[in-house]
């Protein structure tokens, strides 16, 4: 089940990405370079336009409640401990002794 959803939701991230580009800009975007240009000749340019921006809007929907999904029911957990993992850091660190600095040798005066 586990791998399913993450295929899925590979799938759907594809498919968004190209949604995302096929619709037009202030340049043509990716649809003028594509030949994407010609499907708003299909449905006409305003009829194109809202399919691709409510396509957009039900894959992105369907790509943040798919991720959290998997997030919150697939993913195992780490523990059950209530300490944070900062908590849990400074309880597994251990103290070495610290050695005293080295002293430089004492140099003899001059005469």
Known sequence: ???FLI???VVICIVLMLVILMQSSKG??????FG???VGV???VRRTADFLIRATQILATAFLVLALV???FFLPRAGTSSESV???GTQQRSTT???PPAQAPQQAPLP
């Open 1 to 3: 089940m586990f791998t």
């Open 7 to 9: 295929v899925l939701e």
């Open 28 to 33: 043509g975007g990716l649809a003028g370079t």
């Open 36 to 38: 994407g240009g010609s």
């Open 42 to 44: 299909v449905f006409g």
């Open 70 to 72: 998997i997030n919150i």
């Open 86 to 88: 900062l908590q849990q």
């Open 97 to 99: 002794p610290q050695l």
